[in-house]
């Protein structure tokens, strides 16, 4: 059966609304889908609205920037209550500490006269998690910028990539921090909501470290992500050794964002990767 347990929608940083990403899943085939839009719960009511249409079972997600002693990961959450006053309180607390992070960071370019920006008026279009992808596509709408820009990175056509890293992970011009929330918070309140917590692709940032996973198993975490297009079937084949000896839950998910565009052959990663839930050891415990 297919499934994939990492997609983001407009309310995070993702392109498609929730009921055209629940389109889209339901026409490559999939049966049962999370919507883990980072630090809110704003777009699950639609999706699940748009699940039931398309036939697709929709699993309540999350996903969260966490600190654990001196490490930072991203944890996928499944199956909590959505409703619960206080995780709407801890969301909220990270949101606005995101928004003043990348406020910070876009009045530093104004200042240094690399961009030009109407900071509060393009910041009042987000009103759950501020994405920077979607912030660079403010930026780069205007004719100015795209001059300013192209001249900074010696690059008539620079990826978005390019550009994020140059503007905001530049240690020159100071790196934006994500809006962490700490584990011991978590799992504090997942005591009361419930829900299970997976390390999320943790192949992507090289986050492998064998003595912080034992260390994550040992704290509560329920599972980790095997199957995800930021992972080699090295990396695929190292976490299942991991989770086998662990005794975690697998999961998969494509952690789509958007239609890339732009004439490519391959416009996202269901065009070549599927995630098929018998390849996942205990995945049932969340999708049954």
């Known amino acids: 059966?297919?499934?994939?347990?990492?997609?983001?929608?407009?309310?995070?940083?993702g392109y498609l609304?929730?009921?055209?990403?629940?389109?889209?899943?339901?026409?490559q085939g999939i049966k049962v889908a999370s919507l883990t839009d980072h630090n809110t719960v704003g777009g699950l009511d639609e999706f699940k609205t748009a699940c039931k249409k398309y036939k697709v079972k929709p699993i309540v997600g999350l996903e969260l920037y966490v600190k654990v002693e001196n490490h930072r990961i991203n944890l996928l959450w499944f199956n909590f209550d959505e409703k619960n006053p206080e995780l709407h309180e801890m969301l909220r607390q990270s949101q606005i500490r995101r928004k003043n992070q990348v406020r910070k960071a876009l009045k530093k370019l104004i200042?240094?006269?690399?961009?030009?920006?109407?900071?509060?008026?393009?910041?009042?279009?987000?009103?759950?998690?501020?994405?920077?992808?979607?912030?660079?596509?403010?930026?780069?709408q205007l004719n100015q910028n795209r001059t300013l820009i192209k001249k900074r990175l010696k690059n008539?056509?620079?990826a978005e990539k390019e550009i994020i890293k140059e503007y905001?992970?530049?240690?020159?011009?100071?790196?934006?921090?994500?809006?962490y929330i700490?584990?011991?918070?978590?799992?504090?309140?997942?005591k009361k909501i419930g829900g299970q917590l997976?390390?999320?692709?943790?192949?992507?940032?090289n986050q492998f470290k064998k003595n912080l996973i034992i260390s994550l198993k040992k704290l509560g975490i329920d599972g980790i992500e095997i199957l995800s297009p930021h992972h080699s079937i090295?990396?695929?084949?190292?976490?299942?050794?991991?989770?086998?000896?662990?005794?975690?839950i697998e999961t998969g998910g494509s952690d789509f964002h958007r239609h890339e565009g732009d004439n490519f052959s391959l416009q996202n990663s269901w065009q070549y990767f599927k995630i098929d839930s018998k390849y996942l050891k205990g995945v049932e415990k969340i999708i049954s």
């Open 111 to 140: 200042r240094e006269k690399l961009i030009k920006l109407n900071i509060e008026k393009t910041l009042d279009k987000y009103t759950h998690y501020t994405p920077i992808n979607r912030i660079i596509d403010d930026i780069w």
């Open 182 to 190: 700490s584990l011991a918070r978590i799992l504090k309140l997942r």
């Open 17 to 27: 609304t929730p009921t055209e990403l629940a389109k889209f899943i339901a026409e």
């Open 234 to 248: 090295g990396a695929v084949m190292f976490a299942q050794h991991i989770s086998t000896e662990l005794d975690f």
């Open 168 to 179: 905001f992970y530049n240690p020159e011009m100071g790196k934006l921090s994500n809006s």
């Open 1 to 13: 059966m297919l499934i994939d347990l990492q997609l983001h929608s407009t309310y995070s940083d």
């Open 198 to 205: 997976i390390l999320n692709h943790p192949g992507k940032h």
């Open 156 to 158: 008539a056509s620079p």
